[in-house]
């Protein structure tokens, strides 16, 4: 199956732990990105990486620290969670970075539910 | 500032009505411009963009830069497009990142 994965589906965890989401995509994609939705469903950018390079980093604590191994790989360290937390993360990829057409569809995971108790 | 608006949280038809829903951008220079859907338990999924001036599952969105606005149509509803529709922005020169819109949740009662 080509596409955009992620894990765990679902994460329920203490105030205080850390935790980390894990997202690949097989889809040959230089460009990935982690999305938040809230519980309004409002999505919002939190970082972008194009060929493991951090491009934004979207006002995000210093908690919250991507790591992107290689191209195809982009992961979600979480420091000290808060109850404010709890969101549904969605990782994506896009063909390439800045480009106008085709290349800038962002394909996205089936989302992490994280609940933080 | 750069911003989305979808003034609609719920939209609720009854099967073979006509369906609007609403987007409005804010975007100094040319936007370009999405529709992505969630459907239940499923990820979400583009359904459109203005450039290809294509119709999708019957659903067409015209872009009006004179009212900033990028709404979905559809002429007759389908119980099967109940979903989660988000309008989204993509600024060029920002990191490919995509601004939503809030979001409308339609609702097709048969």
């Known amino acids: 199956d080509t596409a955009v994965s992620q894990t765990p589906k679902y994460l329920v965890t203490q105030m205080g732990n850390d935790k980390s989401i894990k997202c690949e995509q097989n889809l040959g994609h230089d460009t990935m990105y982690w999305y938040k939705q809230d519980s309004k469903k409002f999505l919002k950018i939190m970082f972008s990486y194009n060929n493991k390079e951090l491009i934004i980093n979207e006002t995000v604590p210093n908690r919250f620290s991507p790591k992107s191994p290689d191209k195809a790989h982009l992961n979600l360290h979480i420091n000290s969670l808060e109850l404010g937390d709890s969101a549904v993360y969605f990782c994506?990829?896009?063909?390439?970075?800045?480009?106008?057409?085709?290349?800038?569809?962002?394909?996205f995971g089936p989302g992490t539910r994280l609940t933080v108790l | 500032a750069q911003r989305v608006t979808q003034p609609e949280k719920l939209l609720s038809v009854f099967k073979g009505a006509p369906v609007e829903l609403k987007c409005n951008y804010s975007y100094s220079g040319s936007p370009e411009l999405f529709w992505y859907v969630q459907y239940s338990r499923q990820r979400l999924q583009l359904l459109l963009r203005?450039?290809s001036r294509e119709s999708i599952k019957g659903f067409t969105a015209d872009l009006n830069k004179g009212e900033t606005s990028f709404h979905l149509k559809k002429p007759f509803a389908q119980e099967e497009d109940s979903a989660m529709y988000y309008c989204?922005?993509?600024?060029?020169?920002?990191?490919?990142?995509?601004?939503f819109g809030q979001g409308t949740e339609l609702s097709v009662k048969p």
């Open positions: 203005h450039i």
């Open positions: 994506a990829s896009s063909q390439a970075l800045q480009t106008s057409g085709r290349e800038n569809e962002q394909f």
């Open positions: 989204a922005l993509f600024p060029y020169n920002q990191g490919g990142k995509l601004i």
